[in-house]
């Protein structure tokens, strides 16, 4: 038996890390341990995520992206709500939508399957697949889509439109007279609308 690393499985890592640093990360990190921190709720310090994914502080917007990043590693959705997590502090976070957007969606070859990879707005990138589904919620006032990814431990990242259009670019009938359209990522199939 080799020890060789599989070269396909190689190629999506080395993918990823190039995605990530494209993303602004400078080297990939690591995330604390926020399911082990217990701390109790010291309670709301006026955060906020905006829809369009920008962090908000009693009314005044994060302007540092270092730190909207540093933040978002320490971000928990608990069955409450969010919250920004340490050893010794828990803070609310009111999240309007998602917590992160998806700013970037690609598609590449792994093992003969194609992958979609979405890149979020603070650096995460993540292989749509069983654990990082995607799924789509149509506003019935207005009948608008929107597309969540899943990146980590409940927190979801929206796509903004030119990764959706990405997706329907890729996407294709799921049957014979089927209306529903669908996109292939890592031997599965995810629907994201009716066709028009």
């Known amino acids: 038996m ?27 990190r690591s995330l604390p341990p926020v399911h082990l921190w217990n701390p109790a709720n010291c309670g709301d310090i006026g955060l906020e995520i905006r829809k369009d994914g920008s962090w908000w502080q009693n009314g005044v917007r994060f302007s540092r992206d270092k730190l909207v990043r540093l933040f978002s590693t320490i971000l928990r959705k608990d069955s409450d709500g969010y919250y920004l997590v340490t050893p010794h502090e828990k ?23 194609p992958v979609i990879l979405v890149t979020t707005n603070v650096g995460d990138v993540v292989a749509v697949d069983g654990d990082h589904p995607l799924r789509v919620v149509v506003d019935r006032r207005t009948g608008e889509p929107s597309t969540y990814v899943m990146v980590r431990a409940g927190l979801e990242a929206r796509l903004a439109r030119p990764p959706y259009y990405e997706l329907v670019s890729w996407a294709e009938p799921d049957g014979e007279g089927r209306k529903t359209m669908s996109v292939a990522s890592s031997g599965l199939r995810f629907t994201i609308g009716e066709a028009a």
Do not use: C, W, Y
């Open 2 to 28: 080799s020890n060789a690393k599989d070269p396909k499985a190689t190629a999506l890592l080395d993918l990823i890390a190039t995605l990530q640093v494209e993303a602004g990360l400078e080297k990939p």
């Open 91 to 113: 803070v609310v976070v009111k999240v309007a939508d998602a917590p992160f957007m998806g700013v970037r969606a690609d598609r590449h070859e792994s093992g003969g399957q």
